[in-house]
């Protein structure tokens, strides 16, 4: 007879098992019984679509700790829903079992007794939620790993968007799954405004709501009557539709209205805004290539549950979409300095929209000459000659016989790149706010922001560096339009500054400083979701950059999208004309925003680009080191070891020294580019090729913010 202590043993040996699992068939069955879809499970265990589909049909099962949660939620299943023919085990009030993962209510709901049952010798037909026919319906699960928790708008119950499967399924944000019951575009638009709960709330205390976004599946644009492609050469080269089209009839007939862009990839449907309350719902086709790869990388073939927490997150810590994330970030600018605010009228007493001090104002305002492009009426119409600022990012090589035999002889070529340069450039940036005025002859105030022509030829500094003063690198020829930020720089280099013509503002201000700060909030905080965060040491830092895109593809789509925001936001600011039919001297459509400043443009280029010479300058006098070529805001140096550890200047103590390139998560600071033998960079510099542009092993990408 064996003792009680061997018996007690035995079944501690047993509870110390790894937990088993049911056979994948029966995973799958329990999970349709209750009614979740697999990208709802995928949500919940915190990983991917197809990983929950690899442990319904065989060919993977999951680890710790994700293998106790997931049996525990099988278990709690297995009581509710039994296989058929098997007794279904007696429920009273004390012994039911409770949900097996924490439950998060995203929306109100309605009371059990009127939530329908499930039969569970039925299995769901469809992989989707069953859901009470006739209203929205809220699904209860975990909030998505790297989900914002922001405070919930009673107005906006389901959040800022929500993404329109083909089976009617509208997946929103921390997981909710509201029924749409729309079968055409005008059903979908009053049902969006009037049953979704769909919406942000403003950014500013002055500025105005975000409409809400429903984001279109190739199988939801499809039902809804629209093609899944835009087919045809006119479509394509307009990306619109032809006003003839049966859906934009139907906008028509049910009285909404198309935005001059018409119905193409981004398509905004409103009426005019009765008193205060907005019409209007922004959609986005994602088979029309809504999402460009480029700027949201695997967004578009993601599950439609995913494209929704990727672009819930990107709503929450920067905006809700409103186009191209260049679109968004000049909408942002605007978001966070509206134009307008209620003034009150002392002598009526009533209120009137009146100016927003420090915004750009209601109306467009024309650029100085030098500021313009060469197809600017501005330019056309006076005939100007006198030239045009040229404050772009750096293009430079180092001259190949400029090297050394020492700096040939080391083993690798190491690129770093700065965090979105741009936007720590527009941290604290000083800009005109008011309309240019023309000067001859003024005393240089690094103060003012304008544009000054100057003569800068005369200033004599080494050749291994680039010039500070122009895009490649090479010396001034004569007089020549400059930024404030670059002359200020001849300046504080050692030269008096003697300006001929300046163009100047008399009202100033730091108009882009809150949306730094936002956007330098949404970069930090979702590289620390993806386990990039300020704490790390110096080879910590590298070995996490190395895994971050890995660790969730969601989030690293939502943090490049972020840093597209800035780059395409700057860009957006001198927006050139599009189109074959257009004509020089022309007004086009971008000249209408108030923010069309190419000044400001300018200003955070010209800033950006002196920031890059100013470490590089700081680099030489810490470590000797020249660089051997910069594109934009990437560098490449000669290196005795295979990465920037090799290289940075660092303190005694540790401790990285300030002024030169420093490795951070923070914007401004570097991150490893890429690692290249110091052989091949070589090859291309004889080539007259850059190094920067392929260090990473490929073609960088030249954003110069056009």
Known sequence: MPSEEELFASVDALLEEEPQLPPPAERARLREAAGITQARLAVALKTSTQTVKNYENGRSEPKPPRLEAYQRLLKGWAAKYPAHGAPAPALTPASAPQPDVPQTTTAPSAPEADEPEMDAQTPAAQDRPVRPVGRPAASRRPAAKGAVKAAVDPRFPHGPLAVLDGDGSAYGVDGIVLDCPAATIPQLVEWTLRESGLGA????????DSDPLIVLTAAAAVKLGLPERLEGHEQRRSLRLPEDHPVVRQVAKAKWQLTQRGFG???????KAQGRERQCVQLAVLSWDALDERAWPGVTAMEPADVARVLGVYATRVITPRGSTAVSGLELMTAMRPPTRAVRDEATGNWASGHNPGSLGTEPMDPAPPEATQEHPVVVGSGWKGGFLNEEAYQWVRDVDLLTAEECTLPYAVGLDLNTAFLAAAARLVVGLSAPDHFHAPTFNPKIPGSWLVDLSCIELDPRLPSPFTPDGSRPTGPAWYQTHTVAYAQELGFNVQPIEAYLRRETGAYLDPWHD???NAYVDTLADLGVSKDLSDAEFLAAMEQHKQTDPALAAVLSAIKATVKGGVGKLRERPQGRHYKEGERWPALERPTWRPDIRAAVISKARVNMHRKLNNMVKMTGLYPLAVLSDCVVYPSP??????????????????????????PGLAKLEGIQPMAWAVDLMEQGLNPARHIKGGDAVLDEGE
């Not at 990839?265 to 009426?271: D, G, L, V």
């Not at 920037?644 to 923070?666: D, I, V």
């Open 201 to 208: 709330a403003k950014l500013h205390r002055h500025g105005k």
């Open 265 to 271: 990839p981004w398509a905004r449907i409103y009426r």
């Open 518 to 520: 936002r956007l330098k």
């Open 641 to 666: 070891g295979d990465n920037p550890l090799a290289f940075l200047p660092y303190a005694a103590s540790g401790k990285p020294q300030p002024g030169g390139f420093r490795l951070g998560p923070t």
